[in-house]
């Protein structure tokens, strides 16, 4: 079975500018959660998703946005790129509700904003 | 406030030998698991095993194990046998079952090295 893929895998961006990352979750799989990483933060929860709805958003501002669609994919949106939005963004699918199951990460996107 | 700890950077261990990743957590919820994962320099986070506050016994997972005492409030992960292929940060991570929120809280993470 196929993991979780997300893309780009690299991305480069001047500030102001907006992005869209996109994570195919493992096939059954209808939760997906976005994580942000950088080296100052660590691992920081942006917001997740089942059944279309956001269940749960992280402390982000309103910049950061996301979206599931009916076959469970994922995109999320960052608006008015700021220099410190460079991070490495991680997606992660599991089986059932949000609350429930093991989390399985794609190898996330690298978002660079110069 | 519920919060993971990971007290050790940096570590090293000889290839072969035996190694603990320390673990502990903060939290009055009584329902949780708790995880760990691999983030090898490739950024991809790998699930390596899992451990309820249910649980009557420390999960295992071929050579990972995981010492779980919940009166302490710690989860340490335990690699025996390294390998050079487990150089990678290791992270614990913690959810909570209390409510419909579904989110992992990350440590910040344990750097180790295997040296041959």
């Known amino acids: 079975k196929a993991g979780v893929t997300q893309t780009p895998r690299y991305l480069i961006k001047t500030r102001g500018q907006q992005v869209t990352l996109s994570c195919s979750p493992i096939?059954?799989?209808?939760?997906v959660s976005w994580y942000q990483q950088t080296p100052g933060q660590g691992l920081q929860f942006l917001f997740e998703?089942?059944?279309?709805?956001?269940?749960n958003k992280g402390n982000f501002p309103g910049r950061f946005s996301g979206r599931q669609f009916s076959n469970s994919r994922s995109e999320m949106n960052v608006s008015t790129l700021e220099l410190g939005d460079s991070a490495l963004y991680l997606c992660?699918?599991?089986?059932?509700?949000?609350?429930?199951?093991?989390?399985?990460f794609g190898p996330g996107t690298r978002l660079t904003v110069l | 406030a519920q919060k993971i700890t990971q007290t050790q950077p940096g570590m090293f261990v000889q290839e072969k030998e035996a190694v603990t990743l320390d673990c502990t957590y903060d939290?009055?919820?009584?329902?949780?698991?708790l995880f760990w994962y691999k983030q090898p320099s490739s950024g991809e986070m790998i699930f390596l095993i899992y451990?309820?506050?249910?649980?009557?016994q420390n999960a295992t997972e071929g050579r990972y194990s995981l010492n779980f005492q919940k009166a302490r409030k710690s989860a340490n992960l335990v690699i025996s046998a390294s390998q050079l292929g487990d150089s990678a940060m290791y992270f614990c991570?913690?959810?909570?079952?209390?409510?419909?929120?579904?989110?992992?809280?990350f440590g910040k993470g344990t750097k180790l090295s295997v040296k041959p």
């Open positions: 992660a699918s599991s089986v059932g509700r949000p609350q429930s199951g093991t989390q399985y």
């Open positions: 096939s059954g799989h209808r939760s």
């Open positions: 998703y089942f059944s279309e709805t956001q269940r």
């Open positions: 939290t009055s919820d009584p329902s949780y698991g």
């Open positions: 451990q309820g506050s249910y649980d009557q």
């Open positions: 991570a913690m959810r909570f079952y209390g409510g419909s929120q579904g989110n992992l809280i």
